[in-house]
């Protein structure tokens, strides 16, 4: 995870006045949790997210920018174990097709940042 996303939490926590027992308050988790997102070492989950936008009033943006990166590499790698040839079904004509539309969205998401 960046540390940008661990930076941004860590500065809104700070500002509103919150100790880390506070936020893990919040967010139902223990303080060794929040301090782990805090430091970048573990990525918050979706609830934890929702959660923490709610309670600082704003959009951790950046965060899913992130994670969509992370994903976007990661399927280029899966894409690499898809058999070549498929199957030859009618559900699956177009398939190929299909493949090379998502290779050219993750590649024009990786070089433009997300955007």
Do not use: W
């Not at 941004?8 to 006045?17: P, Q, Y």
């Not at 929702?50 to 994670?67: D, N, P, Q, W």
């Not at 177009?94 to 990786?110: D, E, F, I, T, V």
Request: hydrophobic share 40%; charged share 20%.
């Amino acid at each position: 995870m960046s540390m940008q996303f661990a930076a941004d939490l860590r500065i809104a926590r700070k500002k509103a006045g919150y100790t880390q027992a506070d936020q893990a308050i919040l967010l139902s988790a223990h303080q060794s949790v929040v301090s782990a997102i805090e430091r970048g070492n573990t990525r918050p989950d979706l609830y934890q997210i929702v959660t923490l936008s709610l309670i600082y009033g704003r959009s951790f943006e950046a965060f899913f920018v992130e994670v969509m990166q992370d994903c976007a590499q990661q399927l280029q790698q899966q894409i690499q174990q898809l058999s070549s040839e498929g199957y030859k079904s009618a559900p699956t004509f177009n398939r190929a097709g299909s493949l090379r539309q998502l290779q050219h969205r993750l590649k024009k998401h990786l070089q433009h940042g997300g955007a």
